[in-house]
Each structure stands twice: as C-alpha cells, then as structure tokens.
C-alpha cells in the first residue's frame, strides 16, 4: 500500500521554524515530483513548492518565496519543506503530495498520492 505520511507540524511563534517531512513507503517515488500545498480553515487548498525528481529544481508560490525550502533525500524516500520566519497566515494544514508526469504546480489532477497532512499553527 503505497503511503505518504506528513509530520513535523505543530505550534510556533512568528518568526520561528519548522522542518516538516513527508515519508513516502510502499514504493519508490524516485521517479516522482514530490509537492506541498496548504489548507487553512475556510479557505481552498494552496499550492506551496515543488521539487522535481532527482531535487534539480524547485518552485515556491510567491507567498512563501525566500522563506520556505523544499529538500528530498531519496535514499529515505522522504521529503522535507524547511519553513523559516513564520507568520500567522502560514497557518494552515500541510499536504504533500506525489506526481509521477512531473513539475504540476498547482493542478491537483496531476497528483497521484496525497498525504493525510499535520498541523502547523503560528501564534502572534
């Protein structure tokens, strides 16, 4: 049964730091761009950043441009979204999210594996 499983989230301050990690298993996702998107309460789910599969490139939305840093390491099949200089309206629930046709962005079709997701709350 393939997996994707987010952790890392919790409760921080403006201006703190979080390192999620989303743990892929029952397959390999080598061959996967790997994707964050975000859902906070009321609102639709947002695209974050991208990393293509072999971690040669990245894209970020605007919002978290500078701030935010997506990493893989494929040997553990797992990726990370390094999130720096929090503010409130990061808040959200994270998802990562799989695609094995390549860099999607925000075409959610595109995904073929999400996680369940893990809470960040930044508190001002």
């Known amino acids: 049964q393939v997996q994707l499983v987010e952790s890392g989230g919790g409760l921080v301050q403006t201006g703190g730091s979080l390192r999620l990690s989303c743990a892929a298993s029952?397959?390999?996702?080598?061959?996967?761009?790997m994707a964050w998107f975000r859902q906070a309460p009321g609102k639709e789910r947002e695209f974050v950043g991208a990393i293509t599969w072999n971690g040669g490139s990245t894209e970020y939305t605007d919002a978290v441009k500078g701030r935010f840093t997506i990493s893989r390491d494929s040997a553990k099949n797992t990726v990370y979204l390094q999130m720096n200089s929090l503010k409130p309206e990061d808040t959200a629930v994270y998802y990562c999210a799989a695609a094995r046709r390549g860099m999607s962005g925000s075409y959610y079709p595109a995904y073929d594996y999400w996680g369940q997701g893990t809470q960040v709350t930044v508190s001002s």
């Open positions: 029952g397959r390999t996702f080598s061959g996967y761009s």
